[in-house]
């Protein structure tokens, strides 16, 4: 992890570093308040092109995924 300083106009804009723009390869960020501070993620310029193959794999069975919604069931149902 790194830190970067940049200076904010008088209009409210910032120029993010150069080695930053390359790196993350993005055209727009996006700005999350958190009230004391903010957190700049950069948004792809593609989003659906980004997420293709991020949950690639095998997913849980049919028998573990029934099994997982009946433990989390409640154990007295409302009447």
Do not use: C, F
């Not at 409210?12 to 004391?36: C, E, F, K, N, Y």
């Amino acid at each position: 992890m790194s830190a970067a300083h940049a200076k904010v106009t008088g209009n409210g804009q910032i120029s993010l570093p150069a080695d930053l723009r390359h790196r993350w390869g993005a055209s727009s960020v996006l700005v999350i308040d958190r009230g004391d501070y903010a957190i700049v993620r950069p948004i792809p310029d593609d989003p659906i092109t980004a997420l293709m193959g991020a949950h690639a794999g095998p997913g849980p069975d049919s028998e573990d995924a029934r099994a997982a919604e009946r433990a989390a069931e409640p154990t007295s149902r409302p009447r």
